[in-house]
């Protein structure tokens, strides 16, 4: 099970939005460990649409 099983695909659609602009906003001043983690959660979060669309 991953973090967005439980999430309708408007609630995934926020999250994307939050997480990037979390990356945006943070710029240099977050490590890329950290944005690179918030960009592993947005393409999770991409596959679970994704394989909810049939796609």
């Given amino acids: 099970m991953n973090r967005f ?29 950290v944005r690179q983690a918030a960009r592993e959660a947005i393409n999770k979060a991409l596959d ?3 394989r909810r669309a049939g796609n």
């Fill in 5 to 33: 099983d439980h999430m309708s695909n408007e609630d995934i659609q926020a999250e994307i939005t939050r997480l990037t602009a979390e990356i945006s906003r943070s710029g240099a001043e977050t490590s890329d460990p």
């Fill in 48 to 50: 679970e649409l994704n």
